[in-house]
T-cell receptor
Framework: AQKVTQAQTEISVVEKEDVTLDCVYE???????LFWYKQPPSGELVFLIR??????QNEISGRYSWNFQKSTSSFNFTITASQVVDSAVYFC????????????FGTGTRLTIIP | DAGVIQSPRHEVTEMGQEVTLRCKPI?????LFWYRQTMMRGLELLIY????????DSGMPEDRFSAKMPNASFSTLKIQPSEPRDSAVYFC????????????????FGAGTRLSVL
């Protein structure tokens, strides 16, 4: 069975600080995909990134970066120089790569950026 | 391009009434998913379709829930009769599993329907 754990329920940081959101996953599959989604206060779910299990390169997109470590089954998300607009709930998710696209979500981390 | 469109955005109904939630997936996508989000259970998959065919409905809570996808551009989730514990945000998502690089296996979500059953 698949499982995604986001141990940090809530995080608050002052604007311009860096913050890392942790994600640990469990799966028996050798091929899988990992995702991060953002849910701002308006409620929609916004796709941020997809990473497949064969690609362990870290990725950077502007102020966002992702660290995928297969050895520790982790896929952490770092926001550099945080801004108030980053305040949201962030979800990590996992899916198998057998043509079955079911997403298993973590419980989410509520990030509050204090101006 | 339009994203996933859900209607209504908000629904308030009384216990025992029938509720129908609607979803229009992104054009060309071949997978459609229905999720429910609650404080207690988080985001949980209810059912998903591939090419309009239901593939896995193991997440549907009980017989009061049903979902259909009569064509590639429309799906409904129906609750009959509704109960207060059905109050939640219901999301529809679609994805494309095809040959285009980067297009595969990314679920794009609608804005959700917030359902309140009194």
């Amino acid at each position: 069975a698949q499982k995604v754990t986001q141990a940090q329920t809530e995080i608050s940081v002052v604007e311009k600080e860096d913050v890392t959101l942790d994600c640990v996953y469990e799966t028996r599959d050798t091929t899988y995909y990992l995702f991060w989604y953002k849910q701002p206060p308006s409620g929609e779910l916004v796709f941020l990134i997809r990473r497949n299990s064969f690609d362990e390169q870290n990725e950077i997109s502007g102020r966002y970066s992702w660290n995928f470590q297969k050895s520790t089954s982790s896929f952490n998300f770092t926001i550099t120089a945080s801004q108030v607009v980053d305040s949201a709930v962030y979800f990590c998710a996992l899916s198998e790569a057998r043509g079955n696209e079911k997403l298993t979500f973590g419980t989410g981390t509520r990030l509050t950026i204090i101006p | 391009d339009a994203g996933v469109i859900q209607s209504p955005r908000h629904e308030v109904t009384e216990m025992g009434q029938e509720v129908t939630l609607r979803c229009k997936p992104i054009s060309g996508h071949d997978y459609l998913f229905w999720y429910r989000q609650t404080m207690m259970r988080g985001l949980e998959l209810l059912i998903y379709f591939n090419n309009n065919v239901p593939i896995d409905d193991s997440g549907m809570p009980e017989d009061r829930f049903s979902a259909k996808m009569p064509n590639a551009s429309f799906s409904t989730l129906k609750i009959q009769p509704s109960e207060p514990r059905d109050s939640a945000v219901y999301f529809c998502a679609s994805s494309l599993q095809g040959a285009l690089p980067g297009a595969k296996n990314i679920q794009y979500f609608g804005a959700g329907t917030r359902l309140s059953v009194l």
